[in-house]
């Protein structure tokens, strides 16, 4: 498989190529070249490790002699990079992601242009097996560090192979579980959004919330998280529906959980009750009992048309939106959701659309389209290997204490860090939605230090 410069990309380096030429003519220092992009004609056939076969066994597979120097770094010893994206899947979406992905490394390259530094991509069909060969190709390449895959299966499969050959990788799949010993997931897991949203709610002194959330994998994570993050800030989750992803679906769970936006103390436990208790309980007798009123905010995790239909059906059923808050996700980031009144108001965690929008313009000189949402992953993990590979000698350049830097990195979508447990922490803004446009309220943090 051989991959090609695209055009426009060809007259941007071009560009840059007599950017640099001037520079030299004036004095100034120039831009050291950047290091071509290479991928091997066909990956190493699967080759699972037989039972009890460890880190030397893998190691031994590789003999240094075939690893791959162009002709160019005769003579010089490249800084050798796995990018490992599903190419050939067969879902077009997934292929289409893939092809920007891998336009968005090859802009790091160039923008890092580091001489000695070697992209080697690989295809993994989208597939568990052919995510395990194409990380044994790019290891017999010499790769000293992969960057993916993309699904969690084939993270799994291909970390099997990396771990045992002691070399790191930074994969782009947001499943937790495959986090860890040598595994890095540079994603956007929506536990960062729902803790980061769930603060800024409570600093606004919100304590009691509604959770209307779909009956999915992702409704599940996400509302096991919300919960967590709730009660461990002191607040309180005063009721929950989950629906199926269905309109008519919607209905019963919304109407159900409007009921709660009143007051909800049992009438047993109300001031003056004259029932079996021979006296009235006091009137703080709900909250001694650990009852309280009807929640401040909902968490509604949905998007595009379900959001749009599941939305309105609050106010329908007599919620006062002007005095309940939504909270949403990032995918909320979303011209189309400001023309939704019972959206109005609603806030949401996500990168500062003022950052990504530089990457975004950024990829769109280069390619003239505009990036899927994963592309700047690829960016980030690509030019955060050349800056290692810049900084550090060989020898551990990329090692765990290297890659999780604590004070982190500043990306395409603002700041991260890799943590040594392989998650990854962003820095996120809360955003408004209001018929106007989407509005940042709170700003993405620009440390990882407490003082911000």
Same mark, same amino acid.
């Given at each position: 498989?051989?991959?090609?410069?695209?055009?426009?990309?060809?007259?941007?380096?071009?560009?840059?190529?007599?950017?640099?030429?001037?520079?030299?003519?004036?004095?100034?220092?120039?831009?050291?070249?950047?290091?071509?992009?290479?991928?091997?004609?066909?990956?190493?056939?699967?080759?699972?490790?037989?039972?009890?076969?460890?880190?030397?066994?893998?190691?031994?597979?590789?003999?240094?002699?075939?690893?791959?120097?162009?002709?160019?770094?005769?003579?010089?010893?490249?800084?050798?990079?796995?990018?490992?994206?599903?190419?050939?899947?067969?879902?077009?979406?997934?292929? %289409?992601? @893939? $092809?920007?992905?891998?336009? +968005?490394?090859?802009?790091?390259?160039?923008? /890092? *242009?580091?001489?000695? #530094? =070697? !992209?080697?991509?690989?295809?993994?069909?989208?597939?568990?097996?052919?995510?395990?060969?194409?990380?044994?190709?790019?290891?017999?390449?010499?790769?000293?560090?992969?960057?993916?895959?993309?699904?969690?299966?084939?993270?799994?499969?291909?970390?099997?192979?990396? %771990?045992? @050959? $002691?070399?790191?990788?930074? +994969?782009?799949?947001?499943?937790?579980?495959? /986090? *860890?010993?040598?595994? #890095? =997931? !540079?994603?956007?897991?929506?536990?960062?959004?729902?803790?980061?949203?769930?603060?800024?709610?409570?600093?606004?002194?919100?304590?009691?919330?509604?959770?209307?959330?779909?009956?999915?994998?992702?409704?599940?994570?996400?509302?096991?998280?919300?919960?967590?993050?709730?009660? @461990?800030?002191?607040?309180?989750?005063?009721?929950?529906?989950?629906?199926?992803?269905?309109?008519?679906?919607?209905?019963?769970?919304?109407?159900?959980?409007?009921?709660?936006?009143?007051?909800?103390?049992?009438?047993?436990?109300?001031?003056?009750?004259?029932?079996?208790?021979?006296?009235?309980?006091?009137?703080?007798?709900?909250?001694?009992?650990?009852?309280?009123?009807?929640?401040?905010?909902?968490?509604?995790?949905?998007?595009?048309?379900?959001?749009?239909?599941?939305?309105?059906?609050?106010?329908?059923?007599?919620?006062?939106?002007?005095?309940?808050?939504?909270?949403?996700?990032?995918?909320?980031?979303?011209?189309?959701?400001?023309?939704?009144?019972?959206?109005?108001?609603?806030?949401?965690?996500?990168?500062?659309?003022?950052?990504?929008?530089?990457?975004?313009?950024?990829?769109?000189?280069?390619?003239?389209?505009?990036?899927?949402?994963?592309?700047?992953?690829?960016?980030?993990?690509?030019?955060?290997?050349?800056?290692?590979?810049?900084?550090?000698?060989?020898?551990?350049?990329?090692?765990?204490?290297?890659?999780?830097?604590?004070?982190?990195?500043?990306?395409?979508?603002?700041?991260?860090?890799?943590?040594?447990?392989?998650?990854?922490?962003?820095?996120?803004?809360?955003?408004?939605?209001?018929?106007?446009?989407?509005?940042?309220?709170?700003?993405?943090?620009?440390?990882?230090?407490?003082?911000?």
């Amino acid at each position: 498989m051989r991959f090609f410069l695209t055009p426009t990309l060809k007259a941007l380096l071009a560009l840059l190529a007599a950017a640099a030429l001037a520079a030299c003519e004036t004095g100034a220092p120039s831009r050291p070249s950047a290091g071509p992009v290479i991928s091997s004609d066909e990956p190493l056939p699967p080759s699972p490790l037989e039972e009890g076969e460890g880190v030397f066994e893998e190691a031994e597979r590789y003999d240094r002699r075939a690893f791959v120097r162009p002709p160019h770094m005769e003579g010089e010893e490249p800084v050798r990079v796995g990018l490992l994206l599903p190419f050939s899947a067969k879902s077009e979406a997934a292929r %289409r992601v @893939a $092809s920007s992905m891998f336009d +968005a490394a090859q802009l790091a390259v160039f923008d /890092a *242009g580091e001489k000695n #530094f =070697l !992209l080697i991509p690989k295809d993994t069909r989208g597939e568990a097996e052919g995510a395990a060969a194409a990380a044994r190709s790019a290891l017999s390449d010499g790769a000293e560090i992969i960057l993916g895959p993309l699904f969690a299966d084939s993270v799994e499969a291909a970390a099997n192979v990396t %771990r045992a @050959a $002691s070399t790191p990788m930074i +994969a782009f799949s947001s499943d937790l579980t495959a /986090a *860890g010993d040598g595994v #890095f =997931l !540079l994603s956007f897991p929506p536990e960062l959004e729902i803790a980061r949203v769930t603060e800024y709610a409570m600093s606004q002194e919100m304590t009691r919330f509604g959770v209307l959330a779909p009956m999915t994998k992702y409704g599940d994570r996400v509302s096991g998280a919300f919960a967590e993050e709730v009660f @461990a800030r002191g607040g309180v989750i005063v009721h929950e529906e989950r629906y199926q992803q269905e309109p008519d679906a919607m209905l019963a769970p919304a109407k159900r959980l409007a009921k709660y936006s009143q007051q909800i103390i049992p009438e047993e436990m109300r001031h003056g009750y004259e029932g079996d208790r021979s006296e009235p309980l006091p009137e703080d007798a709900s909250t001694e009992a650990g009852y309280t009123q009807g929640y401040q905010a909902v968490l509604m995790p949905e998007q595009g048309t379900l959001l749009r239909a599941l939305a309105p059906l609050l106010p329908y059923y007599n919620v006062d939106i002007n005095r309940v808050k939504i909270l949403g996700v990032s995918t909320w980031n979303n011209p189309r959701l400001t023309r939704e009144p019972a959206l109005r108001g609603g806030w949401f965690a996500a990168p500062d659309p003022t950052i990504t929008a530089n990457f975004e313009k950024h990829f769109n000189d280069a390619f003239g389209a505009n990036p899927p949402r994963l592309a700047s992953l690829a960016y980030d993990a690509t030019l955060l290997s050349a800056r290692l590979a810049a900084n550090h000698r060989r020898r551990d350049r990329f090692d765990a204490e290297s890659i999780a830097d604590p004070n982190g990195y500043f990306g395409a979508d603002g700041l991260f860090r890799l943590n040594p447990d392989g998650t990854v922490d962003r820095g996120l803004a809360i955003l408004e939605i209001q018929p106007g446009g989407i509005q940042v309220i709170d700003p993405a943090p620009r440390s990882f230090s407490p003082a911000y």
